[in-house]
């Protein structure tokens, strides 16, 4: 059985500090994805990143990073210098072939100006 | 190109209603997936279609719900006398083979 684990549920910045989501998986498989969304107030879900289990480069995009430590199973989410738009429920998720994701938790996080 | 459309963005029905939610997937993606955001319980994978067929329906409860993504048209999740536990917010994501998939906004049921 798959299971993600979001232990930070809520998360609480000033503008400009870095921030770090961080998400442990469980899968038996060998081959695997691990995305992260992003749900906005508005509601809607929006697709950041996804990562396959063969590939544990660090990636960067713009403020976002994702560390991906196959040794302890994380991949964690950093927003460097973060920004009141950012305010929003983060879920990290894994799947095996397909789309057919068991996501964590979710964790809030809130952005003070 | 427009992103997966799902109709209505609210829906609320009286115990006992049917509710139907549609989801038009992006232009060129032949598989789509629910899924179910609980309140307490987050998202939850419901089923995975492609076109006229049911690939895996691990995630749907046993009665009163289905699914199903014809030939032409959107695809719709039905429910059939719902009850208050059905209230929720339920997302469509649709993907090209082998690709992320990207969620429509979600309908929002509340049953009354």
């Known amino acids: 059985a798959q299971k993600v684990t979001q232990a930070q549920t809520e998360i609480s910045v000033v503008e400009k500090e870095d921030v770090t989501l961080d998400c442990v998986y469980e899968t038996r498989d060998t081959t695997y994805y691990l995305f992260w969304y992003k749900q906005p107030p508005s509601g809607e879900l929006v697709f950041l990143i996804r990562r396959n289990s063969f590939d544990e480069q660090n990636e960067i995009s713009g403020r976002y990073s994702w560390n991906f430590q196959k040794s302890t199973s994380s991949f964690n989410f950093t927003i460097t210098a973060s920004q009141v738009v950012d305010s929003a429920v983060y879920f990290c998720?894994?799947?095996?072939?397909?789309?057919?994701?068991?996501f964590g938790g979710g964790t809030r996080l809130m952005v003070k100006p | 190109n427009a992103g997966v459309m799902q109709n209505p963005r609210h829906l609320v029905r009286r115990r006992g209603q049917e509710a139907r939610l549609r989801c038009s997937p992006m232009k060129g993606h032949s598989h789509v997936y629910w899924y179910r955001q609980l309140p307490e319980e987050g998202l939850k994978f419901m089923v995975y279609?492609?076109?006229?067929?049911?690939?895996?329906e691990s995630g749907m409860p046993k009665e009163r719900f289905s699914a199903e993504f014809p030939k032409e048209g959107p695809s719709i999740l039905r429910i059939q006398q719902v009850v208050r536990g059905d209230s929720a917010a339920y997302f469509c994501?649709?993907?090209?083979?082998?690709?992320?998939?990207?969620f429509g906004q979600g309908t929002r049921l509340t049953v009354v």
């Open positions: 994501a649709s993907s090209p083979p082998g690709r992320p998939a990207f």
């Open positions: 279609l492609q076109k006229e067929n049911i690939i895996d």
């Open positions: 998720a894994q799947g095996n072939a397909g789309n057919m994701l068991t």
